[in-house]
């Protein structure tokens, strides 16, 4: 019945002074308020220990015991001044509390070997971004050390203690020393393995969100070059542009969310499909979608792939409208020929592309029939032997005069 209650004190005694702090301050912080529970727990068994066996004769050592006991908790409140005050205040009151029962018990009892045992429990108390006050602890903690085993060679003048109980304190007391060296040493492990836990789940993270932005092949060269040109010439390609028939009366009637969410559904289709065909999402603009085939790098097949792409994106398309329960038409269309891309800014980098094919394949989208694939007659030649077509005739294209156009109508 009181083991709960008393555990529950205990997690928010080790808690306090935690709150205004967050990430590896906080877990400092906690772990200093966990060090100073421990401390206080070790001296009381010392204390019923000694006031067992001669009360009166060790009184000196149980009152610094319990002193130092009751000082180490007002650790907790000292958090909310400075995120190293409490550490500080550990740091003097510990140097105090050892060289003051060194004295009393001399070298013969061990209790100096808590010296090293601090000193080990500076890095987690100060963390890293504070070395000097690291060294600083660890400095004290190894010359207080030094200078208890070769000068307090006796105990006080005015304590008679028998070898008997200075035996019995070396043997308690090592083995608590250790163990506290023990606990830092694993937990200085465990910190650093979590650093690395997560440090590798930031790369993996980063990774991911390179390979989003860039194409494999181009992010692997930045990363091996940063700061390098690229730009690749490309002497056929396939690119197909998409857009949504009757977006804009949609963004005027929609609300924003409503808008993101509804192109979000539809373009992570169209992503998937790029992926399953092994083509390049080059970009969104708005309700448009792009992609290319045959790059970064060449593929002999990219007019087939984007034309079976475009025709799932009509199937997805058609399956989405039934889902919303409303018409859903694309535009769509797609130009083989020569083109240059490479990556554009150092802030957000993305690759894009340029050239005579990404305009005509725009142009065919902004004159393309609604529901409808249309092709120019270079993309159409490269894919006459495996898909059927519908002729539209000759069209005026801006910029471009007339042009002969297909309809892509299914693959054989």
């Known amino acids: 019945m009181i083991v709960k209650p008393v555990i529950s004190l205990l997690n928010k005694w080790v808690s306090y002074g935690t709150e205004k702090f967050e990430g590896s301050a906080r877990q400092r912080i906690r772990i200093t308020n966990v060090l100073v529970v421990l401390t206080s727990l070790m001296a009381v068994p010392y204390i019923v220990f000694f006031s067992i066996y001669d009360f ?31 550490g500080l205040y550990n740091l003097t009151i510990w140097i105090s509390f050892a060289l003051s029962i060194s004295y009393l018990l001399s070298a013969q009892s061990g209790v100096h070997f808590f010296m090293i045992a601090g000193a080990a429990s500076a890095i987690a108390i100060f963390g890293v971004r504070q070395n000097l006050l690291s060294v600083l602890s660890i400095t ?31 043997f308690s007391a090592i083995p608590s020393a250790i163990s506290v060296i023990f606990y830092m040493v694993y937990y200085a492990f465990s910190q650093m393995h979590r650093a690395e836990r997560l440090l590798q789940q930031e790369y993996e993270y980063s990774e991911r969100l390179l390979a989003n932005m860039l194409p494999g092949t181009i992010a692997a060269q930045l990363k ?6 690229i730009a690749d010439a490309h002497e056929n390609v396939t690119i197909l542009f998409a857009d949504i028939v009757g977006f804009t009366p949609r963004a005027t009637t929609q609300s924003a969310a409503e808008l993101v969410k509804f192109l979000n559904q539809l373009f992570t289709r169209f992503d998937a499909l790029a992926t399953k065909h092994g083509l390049e999402k080059i970009k969104t603009l708005g309700d448009a979608f792009m992609v290319a085939g045959g790059m970064p790098e060449y593929q002999e097949d990219h007019a087939e792939r984007v034309a079976r792409m475009a025709l799932d994106m009509v199937s997805a398309t058609d ?20 083109a240059v891309a490479g990556v554009i800014g150092t802030q957000k980098p993305f690759y894009d592309v340029w050239g005579d094919t990404v305009n005509i394949a725009a142009r065919l989208e902004s004159f393309g029939t609604n529901g409808k694939i249309q092709v120019t007659a270079e993309t159409k030649d490269r894919l006459s032997k495996s898909f059927e077509f519908a002729k539209r005739g000759k069209v005026e294209i801006k910029g471009k005069g007339n042009m ?6 299914s693959g054989k």
């Open 56 to 86: 009166e004769g060790l009184k000196y050592p149980i009152m610094l015991l319990a002193g130092t006991a009751i000082l180490f908790q007002l650790t907790p409140f000292l958090h909310v001044w400075n995120p190293y005050a409490g």
């Open 224 to 229: 091996r070059n940063p700061g390098q040109t």
């Open 140 to 170: 004290l903690g190894v010359g207080s050390f030094i200078y208890v085993d070769r000068n307090f060679l006796e105990p006080a003048p005015f304590l008679e203690l028998s070898p008997t109980l200075l035996n019995a304190v070396y």
């Open 319 to 338: 399956d989405f409208s039934r889902e919303m329960s409303e018409k859903i038409q694309l535009r769509i269309g797609i130009h083989s020929g020569p």
């Open 404 to 409: 002969e156009l297909w309809y892509l109508e």
